[in-house]
């Protein structure tokens, strides 16, 4: 098999000499926060669903660089056109003099998008789109206030982390935060759904005095919160309550947009369209890149530019970014890879359901399409995500990338969508194996 489709193939027990020798070379230069460096494999290359690490170990990955690498890591498209438009034009004057790229994005973007979305604000990170769609809701709303929800993860930028639930991140900073925002539960069974919806509408009502709310900003599936998929109706009842209220939903698509759940975006399995969706992470599967891709009417809230734009950034719509994404779109929609991870994510859910009726302490399934994965269950509180970290890490010894997600409690399974069945297969016994050997 050619690299890219390979099976696990560890030859230097991991991390090897060669990746210990460049974390140590790491701890000296970078934020000691960035790199938990003990175990760490450096990454050397990687191609499809494998990564070769410093030592020239393979692993097939399960996480697609956190879900970035849709399209398989390192296509052959996608990398030549980056060859291609660095040749001609890397960058450019992208808020004054823009770029064919940047345009053809747009447009591409505009026809993909549900419904009415198709005017977009361009980004580099994730966190500055969601902080560009929650821009737009006050502009057209003037309502300061945001109603996000427990277990939400945005980013990590001021505005995004305000929005962001987990205490992790939120707490050396608090003080810093918009304390305009308030936090619904997120429903992960149809029993939480009414009491949910009760209490998004309660809080809207309480904040009326204080932080009036104009933005909604919800993931249609919850993944760094754990892989949850709320209950059918959802989506529709927070589109109901901010239609009565002229509140503006936003839909963080980054994680699940482009295909991860078996479907373009998460939204269509509900059939709900938000006023403004932010995309990111799939959208080149090489090159920072997001979106916040808005109604033309929710849009139009932004003055015209004068020469001075009140929100932008120095590569917004870099050309190199852009060609990249363009690039990745047609693999994708050519592949036909949203049907394949619909296809595949069966095979998976079958797998692990299986899996879930041979081991007594995976708890739930969760997640849709190649978005999937275990919660595992624990006597006391961090024992399962004690028993997720060293099964991940038990993996990683026998050639297998794998993050837990949630509370750290749950198995995440998100390959790039390329990834063949066998190398699923072999890398979900691995993980099986993996599990069954810790305690």
């Not at 460096?37 to 692993?59: K, Q």
């Not at 929005?163 to 992790?168: F, G, P, Q, Y």
């Not at 050519?334 to 007594?360: F, H, I, N, S, Y």
Request: aromatic share 6%.
């Amino acid at each position: 098999m050619a690299f890219g489709a390979d099976l696990p193939r560890v030859t230097v027990p991991p991390p090897g000499p060669a990746s210990r020798s460049l974390a140590a070379r790491l701890r000296v230069v970078e934020s000691p926060n960035i790199t938990p460096l003990e175990d760490t494999i450096v990454w050397a290359e990687a191609s499809g669903a494998n990564v070769r690490d410093a030592d020239g170990n393979v692993y097939v990955d399960l996480t697609a660089g956190f879900s970035v690498a849709a399209a398989g890591h390192a296509h052959a498209a996608v990398a030549a056109a980056i060859g291609r438009q660095a040749g001609r034009l890397p960058h450019g004057l992208g808020d004054v003099h823009p770029s064919e790229a940047k345009v053809q994005l747009l447009e591409r973007l505009a026809a993909l998008a549900p419904d009415r979305l198709s005017v977009s604000i361009l980004a580099s990170a994730g966190a500055e789109a969601v902080e560009a769609a929650l821009k737009t809701a006050v502009m057209v709303t003037d309502r300061p206030g945001v109603l996000a929800f427990e277990g939400a993860y945005h980013g990590l930028t001021y505005g995004a982390l305000s929005v962001t639930s987990r205490a992790l991140f939120r707490r050396p900073f608090r003080d810093q935060l918009y304390a305009g925002v308030r936090f619904a539960p997120y429903p992960g069974a149809v029993a939480e759904l009414d009491d949910a919806l009760a209490q998004a509408r309660r809080i809207v009502d309480e904040a009326a005095a204080s932080a009036p709310i104009g933005a909604v900003l919800v993931e249609p599936v919850q993944g760094r919160g754990g892989l949850i998929v709320p209950p059918h109706g959802f989506l529709a009842g927070l589109r109901e309550l901010c239609d009565e209220r002229g509140i503006v939903l936003i839909f963080d698509e980054i994680y699940t947009g482009f295909g991860r759940t078996g479907r373009w975006f998460a939204c269509q399995h509900e059939g709900v369209t938000p006023d403004i969706m932010t995309v990111g992470k799939a959208l080149t599967g090489a090159l920072p890149l997001s979106a916040a891709i808005g109604t033309p009417d929710v849009m139009a809230a932004w003055p015209p530019s004068e020469g001075e734009a009140i929100h932008t950034s120095t590569f917004l719509g870099n050309p190199l970014a852009c060609a990249a994404a363009l690039a990745q779109l047609d693999v994708i929609e050519k592949g036909g890879l949203v049907q394949r991870a619909e296809a595949m994510g069966a095979t998976l859910r079958d797998w692990l359901e299986g899996w879930a009726a041979r081991e007594p302490r995976i708890r739930e399934l969760r997640g849709l399409g190649l978005m999937q994965g275990v919660r595992l269950a624990g006597a006391q509180a961090g024992d399962a995500a004690a028993l997720a970290a060293r099964t991940a890490a038990s993996a990683l010894r026998q050639g297998v990338l794998l993050l837990p997600e949630g509370e750290g409690d749950v198995l995440a399974v998100t390959p790039p969508l390329v990834i063949t069945e066998p190398q699923l297969l072999e890398a979900l016994h691995i993980v099986e194996h993996a599990l069954a050997a810790v305690s």
